[in-house]
């Protein structure tokens, strides 16, 4: 099976780093980081990523307009969105899913339960 490729998307240097920490200790997987959605939209064509953990709040092209953009070029079961967000309501949490994100993770981030989520979309996107 190939390594799974992630692009992690944070416009906090810190929750990137955080998250990029864990995937190197704990997965056999590549993965590239963006600190705001204009980068991240760059990164997706070249990296070409089967999953991208998001922040939704960014300045400049946040994570809604990143989820469009993937959305109009790649299915859920081609690259599989995972946001992260401590917005949690129920109408933020529906439009996320509505608009094709494959996965929800609040903030502050557990470590559990980023490596169960990733492993879950690994499977469904790799086989």
């Known amino acids: 099976m190939k390594k799974c490729k992630i692009l ?7 929750n990137v ?9 704990k997965l056999d997987a590549d993965s590239d980081t963006a600190l705001s ?3 991240a939209l760059k990164k997706i064509e070249s990296f070409n990523p089967d999953i991208i953990i998001l922040d939704l709040m960014m300045p400049g092209v946040d994570g809604w307009d990143v989820i469009r953009s993937v959305r109009s070029k790649h299915g859920k ?3 599989a969105i995972i946001v992260t967000s401590a917005i949690t309501d129920e109408v933020n949490m529906a439009e ?4 094709g994100v494959n996965d929800f993770i609040e903030k502050p981030i557990l470590q559990n339960k980023l490596l169960d989520t990733i492993r879950r979309q690994t499977e ?3 086989g």
């Open 8 to 14: 992690i998307v944070d416009d906090i240097p810190t």
């Open 17 to 25: 780093t955080l998250i990029s920490t864990i995937i190197k200790k």
């Open 37 to 39: 959605g204009e980068e």
């Open 77 to 79: 079961d081609e690259v």
């Open 96 to 99: 996320c899913y509505d608009l």
């Open 124 to 126: 469904k996107i790799l």
